[in-house]
């Protein structure tokens, strides 16, 4: 017997048919003999809905009272879900975030899990009951309602499993897997039967909504086995899906790539002409951090003649924002002029293995040339390299370099 935290997110839930197959599922778990935790997400579309609504009350809504609606979505879901559980001759409970003692700090609409109090929930567990949680939510010390911010049932339901020292935490989604890159682009992408939290961490940092990267964050830190599986295949039929977890557990020898990502929210701003003088690049990017706008892969050049170009890329709806701060402060930095682009791609090649395989950015380099795609720039990790190219080549990038990696075929 196993302890199982599923969570079910806004698609699976998002229809009283489909919270039904979610209860089928769950029913199906706890008949194995495992102790099942739920955790879900409000259906699909609510929580748009209930954010529209409090905007029509204030045009920039009140953050303590935005989580109070908010945090109603999940609220309908537990409810319905343990209802259909009891038609099924299931014991289940349904906890709010609230209820079950998930405190949090008092940042609204993005708090963080500062501790969860498991004592309610291994109760229930321990009576036969089914326990669903709702997800996205917790409490501050005062009592006040706070939410995690967008994808926060993913993090739920990783602390949840954490508190409890589960044995696996299933994520259910649309999809029944993390692939090599995204099959409607490269047909002959392969689903992955395992995956570090470090190549997790990049994909999902890199574009992948597979999973939210928070949740991957924290599963890495406290080492709880993530396992991705689809809601909408037939009971009884579903795969395997991809484990998340930690190198350890897989195989010695991993492919030297196990995925190409890639991310068209990207625009890049190139200041021309800045004194090469320390504090430069801290003059540059300190006003836009004082923006709140992220700032994502960074190049300087070569000085000469005492000036030097430094460009960098923001995410591109913050493109025209970025732009205007840096006219404002062009003068005082002494920068000849501020030039930008906001039809670039990052393409990026990830894998653990590539930590004991050489060659693998020239190959990388080789093959984009080959096809005639430019590089703007360039960043590493020690399990990454990402490139910045024209957008209108990224699809191309992305097919010819699965290729080239040989991520169609399955490692022997």
């Not at 997800?135 to 005062?142: I, L, T, Y």
């Not at 890495?220 to 009971?235: I, M, Q």
């Not at 998340?244 to 890639?262: H, K, L, N």
Request: hydrophobic content about 40%.
């Amino acid at each position: 017997m196993a302890l199982i935290v599923q969570k079910y997110g806004g698609t699976s839930v998002a229809s009283p048919e489909r919270i039904k197959n979610v209860a089928r599922r769950v029913a199906s778990w706890q008949a194995k003999g495992h102790q099942v935790v739920v955790v879900v997400s409000a259906m699909s579309g609510e929580t748009n809905r209930l954010i529209s609504l409090a905007k029509e009350m204030q045009a920039v809504p009140d953050p303590r009272e935005l989580d109070v609606i908010a945090s109603t979505g999940e609220q309908v879901t537990i409810g319905l879900l343990s209802m259909a559980l009891m038609n099924l001759g299931v014991k289940a409970r349904s906890y709010t975030g609230g209820q079950v003692r998930i405190l949090t700090d008092s940042a609204f609409n993005k708090a963080r899990i500062v501790s969860i109090d498991d004592a309610s929930i291994r109760r229930d567990l321990d009576g036969g009951s089914v326990v669903v949680v709702a997800g996205f939510q917790g409490v501050d010390e005062n009592g006040n309602i706070t939410t995690l911010g967008r994808g926060g049932s993913d993090t739920s339901a990783v602390a949840i499993a954490t508190a409890l020292q589960a044995d696996e935490c299933q994520i259910y989604t649309d999809v029944d897997g993390v692939y090599t890159t995204d099959p409607r682009i490269v047909p002959e992408a392969r689903r992955l039967e395992k995956i570090t939290f470090e190549e997790m961490m990049e994909m999902a940092s890199l574009g992948s909504k597979v999973l939210q990267i928070r949740s991957v964050e924290f599963a890495g830190k406290y080492k709880v086995k993530l396992r991705v599986l689809s809601s909408l295949e037939d009971l009884g039929r579903e795969g395997t899906g991809t484990l998340i977890t930690t190198e350890d557990d897989i195989m010695m020898e991993q492919p030297t790539i196990s995925g190409i990502a890639f991310n068209r929210d990207e625009a890049k701003l190139t200041v021309l002409g800045v004194p090469d003088r320390p504090g430069i690049a801290y003059q540059i990017l300190g006003p836009v951090a004082d923006a709140n706008i992220d700032v994502d892969m960074i190049i300087q050049n070569v000085g000469h003649d005492g000036t030097t170009d430094f460009s960098f890329t923001v995410p591109r709806g913050e493109f025209a924002r970025t732009t205007a701060i840096l006219e404002q402060i062009r003068g005082h930095i002494g920068a000849r002029q501020i030039t930008g682009d906001n039809k670039i791609a990052k393409v990026s090649v990830v894998g653990v293995g590539m930590r004991s395989h050489v060659g693998i950015a020239s190959k990388m380099f080789r093959t984009l040339a080959e096809e005639g795609i430019n590089i703007q720039m360039i960043s590493t990790s020690e399990i990454k390299i990402s490139v910045v190219i024209d957008e209108k080549y990224l699809e191309l990038a992305v097919r010819i370099l699965h290729k080239a990696f040989d991520l169609d075929h399955a490692p022997a």
